[in-house]
C-alpha cells in the first residue's frame, strides 16, 4: 500500500486527527475521523441501513471538505 499524506485537521492538537490519505494503488481514500459513540446518531445513521460489523462511521468537521476536493481532485 502507498499512501499519499493529503492533510490534517488544521485545528487539531499536534497528535493530528482527523486526517486524509489516498491510497496509490488503488485510488481509495483512506481516513481518520474521530469515532461516534452517541447511541442516538448511531441509531439514525442504522435507520437508513445496518452498520456491517467490517465497517465504522466517522465524523469528520466539515473544514476537512478541502482535504476531500483535492483527493477527488474538484
Known sequence: MALRFIGV???TPQDGSPTVWVDEEDDSIVIQGWRI???ATLEEIRST???P???TVLRL???MVPFL???CGD
Open 53 to 55: 460489523d467490517h465497517e
Open 61 to 63: 468537521p466539515r473544514r
Open 9 to 11: 485537521d488544521p485545528d
Open 69 to 71: 476536493r483535492e483527493v
Open 37 to 39: 459513540a452517541d447511541e
Open 49 to 51: 441501513g445496518p452498520i
